[in-house]
């Protein structure tokens, strides 16, 4: 019998199993990534619920405030003041925080389309920059208005308690239900 000596192994014998490793290293490079997702659901749910929530709010709530506002309040604080110094300074006023409702609904109406793609669980390219500018401006708006305008705005209304009474009756009238008749 002849013996001859075994071939000497080189490494590309080897490569099959190099093969499954290498597969091996993949997938569970993949699974340990599938494993996050759990944890990414709860976020994405959130962030769809909040979109679809302020979207909703804001054409429910925020324009007809502004709306309120603006042909109640800032009509019946205009109506009531002195004329002169008193209803120069009610109107430079008026006419800033009307200007400011208009730059926050059109600050809206940008971040709108994709924001109802976040609602749907879309990819969206949702402005981070936006978002923050509109609550910015919301927050400084709602400020200069509880702190300046609300103050001068009692003031003005509360000197004839018909004018706060006015008010309010033109508030309730807005939010009374309406009926039609039935011809």
């Given at each position: 019998?002849n013996?001859?000596?075994p071939?000497?192994m080189?490494?590309?014998?080897?490569?099959?199993?190099?093969?499954?490793?290498?597969?091996?290293i993949g997938?569970?490079?993949?699974?340990k990534?599938?494993?996050e997702?759990?944890a990414?659901?709860a976020?994405?749910?959130?962030?769809?619920?909040i979109?679809?929530e302020?979207?909703?709010?804001?054409?429910?709530a925020?324009?007809?405030?502004?709306?309120?506002?603006?042909?109640?309040?800032?009509?019946?604080?205009?109506a009531s003041?002195?004329?002169?110094?008193?209803?120069d300074r009610?109107?430079?006023?008026?006419?800033?925080?009307?200007?400011e409702?208009?730059?926050i609904?059109?600050?809206w109406?940008?971040l709108?389309?994709?924001?109802?793609?976040?609602?749907?669980?879309?990819?969206?390219?949702l402005?981070?920059?936006?978002?923050?500018?509109l609550?910015?401006?919301?927050?400084a708006h709602?400020a200069?208005?509880e702190?300046?305008?609300l103050?001068?705005?009692?003031?003005?209304?509360?000197r004839n308690?018909?004018?706060?009474?006015?008010?309010?009756?033109?508030?309730?009238?807005?939010?009374?239900?309406?009926f039609?008749?039935?011809?």
């Amino acid at each position: 019998m002849n013996k001859t000596p075994p071939a000497p192994m080189d490494e590309s014998a080897d490569a099959p199993l190099e093969n499954f490793s290498n597969c091996h290293i993949g997938i569970v490079t993949h699974l340990k990534t599938f494993g996050e997702l759990p944890a990414l659901l709860a976020p994405a749910a959130r962030a769809r619920k909040i979109a679809e929530e302020t979207l909703g709010f804001f054409r429910d709530a925020v324009y007809e405030h502004h709306a309120e506002e603006e042909q109640t309040l800032f009509t019946a604080v205009i109506a009531s003041a002195v004329r002169g110094e008193e209803r120069d300074r009610v109107q430079v006023m008026v006419d800033q925080l009307t200007a400011e409702h208009r730059a926050i609904e059109a600050a809206w109406t940008k971040l709108e389309p994709e924001l109802k793609k976040v609602a749907k669980g879309h990819d969206s390219e949702l402005n981070v920059a936006g978002v923050e500018h509109l609550v910015r401006t919301y927050l400084a708006h709602a400020a200069y208005e509880e702190g300046q305008f609300l103050p001068l705005a009692h003031t003005i209304l509360t000197r004839n308690g018909r004018h706060m009474e006015a008010l309010g009756l033109s508030l309730h009238i807005r939010h009374a239900p309406q009926f039609t008749a039935h011809i």
